[in-house]
């Protein structure tokens, strides 16, 4: 008989796995609270632009969507920095012309689902919401809009219902659960910064852009209309702090200091800002991710800070390789999952520890002459020695290498780089011998 999995959240990851686990012959059902986002007139949920990089464009390619998530996608192929006095500089990602990929979270969520709608094993429900979980008889009960239930039985439970997932609260209550969830002292705002007169972008359409501002920053995204998707970060007990800012006067004069380039792109800011709500940051860590037959992926296993890009493409990582521990390990489940988890869950603690790194290095130094010194020095060692040195964001970023590997490397980098500039050991960089020797005596 064919075996049936279900899948706890129809959002990103839980939408790519059901088109992995359906191209394997499962039978699958997925239970998402919220309704279908295909429909014209659904509301919620984030809309907060991703950026699409090397792991998350592996995971659409299995299933054959990454060149249509590509063709809805803008190419940033590098970091531009504002100053309060209108100064821009420009760092880039990579090395020739890398890039990574602005993407609506909500088209390509809409994309998922279009393509697993036709797939005839994978069944979708929408408007139902997780109520309870029964681990060790893979049975889950969900709440329809009505307030009626129904109680799924499956072979296997996959919760891909995010940083608050109702799998995940079921779990918890098993003994020895660790669990832990950091807020972030620091909120979100959304706000936009709309085209010009003719439609066109008001600033350079393939550059992610930053306003760096010390405690606070606000980043831009573009989107394929012509208009940027922002996102102001800031400390909810600053001075002022997010929620402190309430008058348009107050609203006004804050963007007026500190991001006078931008606010005049920015008709709706009063009403952005006064309408939008303030989102949270948190970092949510667990294990084990696996109960008998139930198994947490994503979010629900392993929320993140936004400040690496790296929360879809970690998720769709997730999925890439469950499906390859299905292909090696074959249908036993207890062992396919816990094989998933031990290779993933190291890997997800790196990225976690690697984004609330690289908030730090948004907010505070990526403006600053010696931060930008130091990535020059790092870009010549990287195109001079591309076998020796890799920059810890091109093996993030770029690679599919492991994100643990990623952060033993990128500390290994940062010694390299401070004896470098401390030194002024800068004319010595075309000796291959000396750089030889500086990586071995720093490892």
């Known amino acids: ?211 760096p501002r010390q405690s606070f920053m606000m980043i831009a995204l573009p989107n394929p209309g012509g208009n940027f998707t922002c996102t102001l970060f800031m400390p909810f007990d600053g001075n002022p702090g997010i929620d402190q800012l309430t008058t348009a006067e107050d609203i006004t004069a804050f963007f007026q200091l500190y991001f006078p380039d931008a606010m005049a792109m920015m008709p709706g800011l009063v009403d952005d800002y006064q309408q939008n709500p303030t989102g949270m940051l948190t970092t949510m860590r667990c294990y084990p991710w696996v109960k008998g037959n139930n198994a947490l992926m994503g979010d629900s296993a392993h929320a993140i800070v936004p400040f690496y890009g790296q929360g879809m493409n970690c998720s769709f990582e997730d999925c890439v390789v469950l499906d390859e521990c299905i292909e090696e390990l074959g249908g036993e489940w207890g062992i396919v999952l816990d094989a998933y988890q031990k290779l993933r869950k190291p890997n997800a603690d790196a990225i976690a520890n690697l984004a609330l790194q690289n908030f730090v290095e948004m907010r505070d130094l990526v403006g600053s002459d010696a931060f930008l010194y130091k990535k020059k020095i790092e870009h010549t060692l990287s195109e001079k020695y591309p076998d020796l040195f890799v920059s810890q964001y091109e093996r993030v970023t770029f690679s599919t290498r492991d994100y643990a590997e990623a952060l033993a490397f990128g500390e290994l980098n940062d010694r390299v780089l401070e004896a470098i500039i401390q030194n002024k050991w800068e004319e010595k960089l075309d000796d291959r011998g000396f750089v030889e020797t500086l990586f071995l005596d720093h490892k």
């Open 1 to 211: 008989m064919t075996e049936k999995v279900t899948l706890v959240g129809g959002g990103l990851a839980g939408s790519l796995m059901s088109i992995y686990l359906a191209k394997r012959g499962y039978e699958v059902y997925i239970y998402e609270r919220r309704g279908d986002m295909r429909s014209g007139n659904y509301i919620g949920g984030r809309s907060i632009n991703l950026a699409l990089s090397t792991r998350g464009l592996r995971g659409l390619a299995k299933v054959g969507l990454d060149q249509d998530v590509l063709d809805i996608s803008i190419p940033m192929t590098g970091r531009m920095m504002h100053s309060v006095d209108g100064t821009l500089k420009y760092q880039p990602y990579g090395k020739d012309g890398q890039a990574i990929y602005s993407v609506s979270r909500g088209q390509l969520n809409i994309k998922l689902l279009q393509l697993a709608d036709q797939y005839p094993n994978i069944h979708m429900f929408f408007n139902h919401k997780c109520v309870a979980s029964n681990l060790e008889a893979c049975e889950t009960t969900f709440m329809n809009e009505h307030g009626e239930t129904l109680i799924d039985k499956a072979d296997v439970v996959l919760g891909t219902d995010g940083a608050f997932s109702a799998l995940r609260d079921s779990m918890q209550r098993a003994p020895r659960f660790n669990f832990s969830q950091t807020y972030e002292n620091y909120g979100y705002k959304e706000l936009e910064i709309v085209p010009n007169a003719q439609g066109d972008f008001q600033l350079d359409k393939n550059c992610l852009h930053i306003w």
